[in-house]
């Protein structure tokens, strides 16, 4: 059972260049969600989904972009990499709760690395 | 705009020794969460409170929540294994809120 998986677990890029970072989860999960921590803090929500097809706001999402094309799999996208962005990344996921907010345990990824140069 | 605080920030932990880490925040939500990370790992889900008074308890940790007084508590009985994780608190409001995270103290 591979639970949360990110990929890729490590990347270096340049300021101006773009990625995606994937998040694959095989729990059935209907809420998925994409935080960034930085040292010596909590993590930050950047977006969240609550079902396939559907993508919200988190607290930081400027610069980011995400899609949820298939319920197993959350993409975080980076369109012109700055810097600021260079941080910790990691996909969670849950299963549906009451409210418009999960109220279930999150189920993380072990993250992906990003330095931006 | 909603505030998590964690206290205390770092802490150094013995084993076998009793600690309690504090969770405050502004709103007024039912819904709190910790969380442990091990260095350089991904977070581990410990405890979800959802309501006023609730207490959870497994081995050597507890957690209980005060929804009036915004408050939460996390009690460790350190053991070996613990002593370098750093331990989060969350919130729900219109997101998830995480705290800064109790963490180690690194002696200079």
């Known amino acids: 059972n591979a639970g949360v998986t990110q990929t890729p677990k490590f990347r270096v890029l340049k300021t101006g260049q773009s990625m995606t970072l994937l998040c694959a989860q095989d729990?059935?999960?209907?809420?998925m969600y994409w935080y960034r921590q930085d040292p010596g803090m909590g993590l930050r929500l950047i977006h969240y989904s609550v079902g396939e097809g559907t993508t919200a706001k988190g607290e930081v999402p400027d610069g980011y972009n995400v899609s949820r094309l298939k319920k197993q799999n959350f993409l975080l996208g980076l369109e012109s990499a700055a810097p600021s962005q260079t941080s910790v990344y990691f996909c969670a996921s849950s299963y549906q709760g009451q409210g418009s907010f999960s109220n279930q345990p999150q189920h993380f990824g072990d993250g992906t690395r990003l330095s931006i140069l | 705009e909603l505030k998590v605080e964690q206290n205390p920030l770092f802490l150094s932990m013995q084993e076998g020794k009793n600690y309690t880490i504090y969770c405050n925040y502004s709103?007024?939500?039912?819904?709190l969460y910790w969380y442990r990370q091990d260095p350089g790992k991904s977070l581990e889900s410990l405890f979800v409170l959802l309501s006023n008074g609730a207490v959870k308890q497994e081995g050597r940790l507890m957690a209980s929540l005060d929804t009036k007084a915004r408050l939460s508590t996390l009690h460790i009985t350190a053991a070996v294994h613990d002593l370098s994780a750093t331990y989060f608190c969350a919130v729900d409001d219109n997101d998830r809120r995480f705290g800064a995270g109790t963490r180690r103290t690194v002696k200079p």
């Open positions: 729990m059935n999960h209907e809420y």
């Open positions: 709103t007024t939500s039912d819904r």
